[in-house]
Nanobody, 124 residues
């Protein structure tokens, strides 16, 4: 059993910043990629960012790179998402995701394991 627990969401004004974190626990072995997704009310789930085990490889969804930065700490088993210059359209529930392997997480290939989500609300 694997648990992903997100934290760090909240209410922020447009132009502000938030840092989300996700703690991974349970039966995790070996190297695995991690990712973040988000889902706004009435919209489809959207891929935000992914990161490989060594952190040397990172990839981002459309229009995410430059404002969002994904990082990880393998000793602490955490993955973070630093979000800057937030816009009202960034308002969504943000989810941590993994498949516990090194496959590249994407909108077409999300992992099987999800956190419960953390709400991010950006006011105008």
């Amino acid at each position: 059993q694997v648990q992903l627990v997100e934290s760090g969401g909240g209410l922020v004004q447009a132009g502000g910043s938030l840092r989300l974190s996700c703690a991974v626990s349970g039966r995790t072995f070996g190297r695995y990629a991690m990712g973040w997704f988000r889902q706004a009310p009435g919209k489809e789930r959207e891929f935000v960012a992914g990161i490989g085990w060594s952190s040397s490889i990172r990839w981002y969804g459309n229009s995410m790179e430059g404002r969002f930065t994904i990082s990880r700490d393998n000793v602490k088993s955490t993955v973070s998402l630093q979000m800057n210059s937030l816009k009202p359209e960034d308002t969504a529930v943000y989810y941590c995701n993994t498949n516990l392997d090194e496959g590249r997480i994407s909108g077409d290939y999300p992992g099987d394991y999800w956190g419960q989500g953390t709400q991010v609300t950006v006011s105008s």
